[in-house]
């Protein structure tokens, strides 16, 4: 066998070599380790917390509103566990909350340090671009992306230190859009910042990990339905001069029939997360959505640009 023969066989034995591997390989084991996650009031990160404490570690979850439900819930299932499950108050757009949650970490880590800082907020929204105002842009992005990069540089010195994991919430929608660009545009933004850090920390011994999901809007509160109304109050008098009420509706009503069909299997997202921080070999991206919504990533991937604007503009006009 030839010297590319041989290479192009390697190469198509990787992946199933990677994967017996990483099915034999010991998984991590969680006890004395803490990882701090934002975005814990609802939707995966409040999944995820109550997860990893099940599963032993030390946990830091942050909440935008420490007094809700949802920080109120996860007390709860501390109570029984005095000091392995901490509720703090996390908005990731503010340096001072970010810097006191990083000084609560240092004051209680565990006997084997911090290990894992999931970047779980976000927010999302739909509308035309020019529906939506250079505030609504600017909040999207620090809470999406600057957040996300802000809580990342906090914490880059501890997991250096403890050659850790960093999971990032991304979207398919960083591929693609259906009328939500400004989130799309955050998701995107989000997966270029994570591939440059994710090679930058391999010589410290600090693992990347994306996180993908499909459609599961209906396993989060991070988009409410909108009415027309809501929308058309919002708009300036320009954009009502372009766009009627009926336009508005029809557009409302796709995007709140996307919402409605979102899966409630929110448990697949966070099945995902704990690979991503227990595996011995995590995955750099977890892709978690339906076959027809890798489809259509992978249109988008393949296909010339013109091919995948003919296939959403379809998808949009329907």
Known sequence: MGAAALALLLLLLAPLLWRLWRRGAVPLEP???AVLITGCDSGFGHLLALRLHRLGFTVFAGCLCPGGDGARRLQREAASDSGRLRVLRLDVTRERDVLAAKELVLSHLPERGF?????????????????????????????????????????????RKYKGRIVFMSSIIAYFTLGNG???????????????????????????????PGNYARSTKI???????????ELSEEE????NKEYVQE??????????????????????????LTSPAPKARYMVARLKEKALVLVCALFPTVVMDSVLSYALSK
């Open 31 to 33: 006890a004395g380790r």
């Open 115 to 159: 290990w894992g800082l999931v970047n779980n907020a976000g927010i999302s929204t739909f509308g035309e671009t020019g529906w939506l105002s250079m505030e609504t842009y600017q909040k999207f992005a620090d809470v999406n992306l600057l957040g996300s990069i802000r809580t990342t540089l906090a914490f880059l010195p501890l997991l």
């Open 182 to 212: 400004i989130y799309s545009m955050t998701k995107a933004a989000i997966e270029k910042f994570c591939d440059a850090l994710r090679l930058e920390m391999k010589k410290f011994g600090v693992q990347v990990c994306i996180i993908q």
């Open 223 to 233: 988009q409410p339905p909108l009415s027309a109304e809501e929308i058309w109050s």
């Open 240 to 243: 009502k001069a372009v766009y």
């Open 251 to 276: 557009r409302a009503d796709f995007f709140n029939s996307i919402l409605s069909e979102g899966s409630i299997h929110g448990s697949e997202v966070v099945d995902a997360m704990v690979d991503a």
